[in-house]
C-alpha cells in the first residue's frame, strides 16, 4: 500500500478523520477514567484480603467474570477472546497490586500504584 502526507486529501475527508478522531479521544479518556475507579476498587479488595488473610487472586471469581465478559462482548458485536485478553490483563495487574499490599509494599488507595 502506498502513503502520502495529506497536504493533497479532500478537507471534507480530513475533517471526517478529525471528527472521529475527537471520538476516539473521548473514548480513550473515558477508559481511563473507568480504569482509575476500578482500580480504586479493586485496591480496596486487595487491602481488605489482606487484613484478612484471604489470597490475591480468586480463579473462581475471575472464571465467571471472564465467561459473563465473553457474553457482553458477543452481544456487543465485539471479540470475546480480546474481551477475555483484556480481562485478564488488568485482573494480573490487580493481583499483582493485592500481591504488593499484602507484603507491606503498597499502601493508600492505590490510584497511583509503584511500579
Ligand atoms: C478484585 C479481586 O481480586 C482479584 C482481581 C479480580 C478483578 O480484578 O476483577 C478478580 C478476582 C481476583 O483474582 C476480587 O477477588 O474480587
Known amino acids: 500500500m502506498t502513503t502520502r502526507d495529506n497536504s493533497t486529501t479532500d478537507p471534507q475527508?480530513?475533517?471526517e478523520l478529525g471528527r472521529l478522531r475527537d471520538s476516539i479521544d473521548n473514548i480513550d479518556a473515558a477508559v481511563v477514567h473507568m480504569l482509575a475507579e476500578r482500580f480504586k476498587c479493586t485496591q480496596q479488595v486487595g487491602?481488605?484480603?489482606a487484613a484478612h488473610q484471604l489470597p490475591p487472586a480468586d480463579p473462581a471469581r475471575e472464571a465467571q467474570q471472564i465467561a459473563r465478559l465473553r457474553g457482553l462482548a458477543e452481544s456487543a458485536k465485539l471479540?470475546?477472546?480480546f474481551a477475555e485478553k483484556l480481562l485478564n490483563f488488568i485482573i494480573s495487574e490487580v493481583i499483582r497490586h493485592h500481591e504488593q499490599i499484602a507484603d507491606g509494599r503498597l499502601n493508600g488507595d492505590g490510584a497511583s500504584p509503584a511500579a
Open 79 to 81: 471479540d470475546p477472546a
Open 13 to 15: 475527508v480530513l475533517a
Open 47 to 49: 487491602h481488605l484480603k
